[in-house]
């Protein structure tokens, strides 16, 4: 078997946020995940002996399989908790016990103050695996899925359209450091927060930030057009008053007329077809979700060699 090429190690204990590695972590991050999917032989081993905890506050169809199937295809092994985290023990308990066992712990979960107290409480690595206000594991995935589909990300132009949730930030983050042309349209009140967009705005130095309340004019010319569910978990009690604001939020064929010839249609699924997107697009040779879905495993497993290797 080849022995693994060299990676090099995150610098930050944690990955809570995008920005706890840098834009050169980011691309070795990318060139990590393109080549573990190449050749996932080479990495069999690299986890070997290590534990990861895996707490899960919300269901999880991809993060939770990819997350179990990197680790293990990784040669390590992982432990499963479900239900809230800090209910029923304080949360700084639960994190030093943790840290006690395992090497690493991944954790989705509502609120972001929750990785936070987890990483700051332990001393082994912590990953977010989805929080309310950002999405990286998902975010790291679809850069890999822009750069397999045009063979670059420079210059390229990603449309966010929706709920400025936290993939929206996440892509945001990525984006203006990866010099993609980022365009998000949100309706009244359902915008991304204005912190994250003045952050990516100082960070993308070499591509523009747009905000808008008008889909067509995020979508124009854009080489990818994204959105998510427009009530996300937590948000369910909200979903009749998101269907009439998002009503004019769907993308359809119509909205893709706006977009380069080439354009992609993404999604982080799971997807509500007939509200964020028309079935046909779903389902048009166009989508490329499921190979965002795919490359969770891969980017996961590059995130995983680059804390805990």
Not at 62 to 87: C, D, S, W
Not at 133 to 156: K, N, R, S, V
Not at 182 to 199: L, N, Q, R
Not at 225 to 236: K, N, Q, R
Request: hydrophobic share 45%.
């Amino acid at each position: 078997m080849t022995a693994a090429p060299a990676y090099s190690k995150i610098a930050h204990p944690d990955v809570t946020k995008d920005l706890d590695y840098t834009q050169t972590e980011l691309h070795a991050l990318l060139d990590l995940a393109a080549d573990v999917k190449r050749s996932p032989a080479n990495y069999r081993s690299a986890l070997a002996g290590k534990s990861i905890a895996l707490l899960f506050e919300k269901p999880s169809l991809r993060t939770r399989m990819t997350f179990e199937l990197a680790i293990k295809q990784l040669g390590g092994f992982h432990v499963n908790y479900e239900g809230p985290i800090g209910a029923r023990e304080p949360l700084k308990d639960m994190a030093r016990n943790l840290d006690r066992w395992v090497d690493g712990i991944v954790a989705r979960t509502f609120l972001q103050k929750t990785v936070d107290g987890l990483a700051h409480w332990s001393n082994v690595p912590v990953i977010n695996a989805l929080s309310d206000l950002y999405h990286p594991c998902q975010a790291l995935a679809d850069m890999q899925t822009l750069a397999e589909h045009f063979g670059h990300l420079q210059g390229i132009k990603l449309a966010f359209i929706g709920d400025g949730n936290n993939v929206a930030n996440s892509l945001m983050l990525n984006a203006a450091r990866l010099g993609i042309n980022f365009a998000i349209a949100t309706p009244p009140k359902y915008e991304a927060s204005d912190a994250i967009v003045e952050e990516a705005r100082a960070l993308a130095t070499q591509s523009t930030i747009t905000v808008t309340t008008d889909p067509a004019e995020a979508a124009q010319n854009a080489h990818a057009l994204y959105t998510d569910v427009w009530a996300s978990m937590g948000a369910e009690n909200e979903a009749a008053e998101r269907r009439t604001a998002f009503a004019d939020y769907q993308i359809d064929m119509d909205l893709f007329k706006h977009a380069a010839p080439e354009a992609v249609f993404m999604h982080c699924l799971p997807a509500k077809r007939g509200e964020e997107v028309t079935n046909d697009v779903i389902e048009s040779p166009r989508s490329v979700v499921f190979d965002q879905a795919e490359n969770r495993l891969h980017a996961q497993k590059a995130l995983l060699l680059m804390l805990l290797s």
